[in-house]
């Protein structure tokens, strides 16, 4: 997701170092970008006994907040950027409606080559869409940098490692007790005897980058904070969730939450709340009304989406007395995806700067 092209309403805030650092919205309301990662890390640090024991006692709470109520709602934070916005759907018109259309003939002929096909295809777009996220917020508090061929490599390597190491050990390994789907989505690559290699490399380029950072301080007084907690925050959240934790919930929390919040976030900050408010329908309500708004349409269509699932397809944790034919799988499940699909993909558009005309 190139967030770094993003065009929004920003504005900065000077903290006590020689630098504007580059906040969306505020030092206190980026909060919500920048602090979700550390808080869950934190949290699977200290209680990471309590947590298997609150899974199997409340696995359908955990299902309902986490799957339902985070996962499932920041999806529909797009449309409050596309569909929603009335410059968007001006400007982006054919494309918003031939994105679904795609994507919906893309699925059926992908759960036609069978279903274990399709749900790794839509594993590795979901990984896809995650990692670019982190670098697009990158890109996006370091929109205020001097643009340097060096700068921009160590940060694109750093915020890649960041994520593909982890993914990398997943499916070296072949012992993680969670999956992003389904059983067996991804295939397994390598073997046991590259990890050694690919840790070395790992730690060599966060310790490049902590050079980096020091270098910049000690020649210009350059400390980009919100950037560099991105990158701290994207390192911990992947390692702790995926390489040093080896548990369904932790790496549930970790992944959900820390991609999860600071999306509808950074929506909410950019289109609807701020100088964005007088362009959006939700931004003429008064503050406290187009957050209660905004946050009740994306639990409400969470809500719906995930109830159809379960009743048309899982059936785990709802009644599974009307689960689907499986003849009929092969248009309901690309259906019930498009939303999700449909974000994955959308997100590649809708955050790029306008052309100049």
């Given at each position: 997701m190139p967030l770094h092209?993003?065009?929004?309403?920003?504005?900065?805030?000077?903290?006590?170092?020689?630098?504007?650092?580059?906040?969306?919205?505020?030092?206190?309301?980026?909060?919500?970008?920048?602090?979700?990662?550390?808080?869950?890390?934190?949290?699977?640090?200290?209680?990471?006994?309590?947590?298997?024991?609150?899974?199997?006692?409340?696995?359908?709470?955990?299902?309902?907040?986490?799957?339902?109520m985070i996962d499932v709602a920041h999806v529909y934070a797009s449309i409050f950027r596309s569909y929603l916005l009335p410059q968007a759907w001006a400007r982006q018109r054919r494309l918003l409606l031939a994105i679904p259309l795609l994507c919906l003939l893309a699925s059926v002929l992908l759960y036609q080559a069978g279903s274990a096909v399709f749900w790794s295809v839509l594993a590795y777009v979901a990984v896809f869409h995650f990692i670019r996220q982190q670098w697009g917020l990158l890109r996006l508090y370091a929109r205020f940098e001097t643009k340097t061929r060096l700068g921009t490599a160590i940060d694109a390597v750093a915020i890649y490692s960041a994520t593909l190491y982890p993914m990398l050990y997943w499916m070296i390994s072949a012992d993680r007790q969670f999956v992003w789907f389904v059983d067996n989505e991804f295939v397994r690559v390598f073997s046991l005897a590259v990890l050694p290699v690919l840790t070395v490399a790992y730690l060599a380029i966060m310790a490049v980058y902590l050079a980096w950072v020091m270098w910049q301080w000690l020649t210009g007084r350059i400390f980009n904070l919100?950037?560099?907690?991105?990158?701290?925050?994207?390192?911990?959240?992947?390692?702790?969730?995926?390489?040093?934790?080896?548990?369904?919930?932790?790496?549930?929390?970790?992944?959900?939450?820390?991609?999860?919040?600071?999306?509808?976030?950074?929506?909410?900050?950019?289109?609807?709340?701020?100088?964005?408010?007088?362009?959006?329908?939700?931004?003429?309500?008064?503050?406290?009304?187009?957050?209660?708004?905004?946050?009740?349409?994306?639990?409400?269509?969470?809500?719906?989406?995930?109830?159809?699932?379960?009743?048309?397809?899982?059936?785990?944790?709802?009644?599974?007395?009307?689960?689907?034919?499986?003849?009929?799988?092969?248009?309901?499940?690309?259906?019930?995806?498009?939303?999700?699909?449909?974000?994955?993909?959308?997100?590649?558009?809708?955050?790029?700067?306008?052309?100049?005309?």
């Open positions: 092209q993003v065009q929004p309403a920003l504005h900065a805030a000077t903290n006590t170092a020689a630098v504007t650092q580059p906040w969306v919205a505020s030092a206190r309301k980026d909060l919500w970008l920048l602090l979700p990662p550390f808080v869950v890390v934190a949290i699977a640090l200290l209680f990471n006994s309590q947590l298997a024991a609150l899974e199997m006692r409340y696995a359908w709470w955990t299902w309902l907040i986490l799957i339902v919100p950037k560099n907690l991105i990158v701290l925050g994207t390192y911990v959240s992947w390692y702790v969730g995926i390489v040093y934790f080896n548990h369904p919930l932790i790496f549930t929390l970790l992944n959900v939450v820390s991609h999860g919040v600071p999306y509808m976030a950074l929506v909410y900050f950019t289109d609807i709340s701020g100088k964005a408010r007088e362009f959006t329908l939700l931004g003429k309500l008064c503050s406290w009304q187009g957050l209660v708004v905004y946050v009740a349409v994306l639990l409400g269509l969470a809500v719906l989406e995930e109830t159809l699932w379960e009743l048309a397809v899982w059936g785990e944790h709802l009644s599974d007395e009307f689960l689907l034919d499986t003849h009929w799988l092969w248009l309901a499940v690309p259906l019930l995806a498009l939303p999700q699909l449909t974000h994955y993909v959308l997100d590649g558009f809708i955050w790029r700067r306008p052309k100049k005309s």
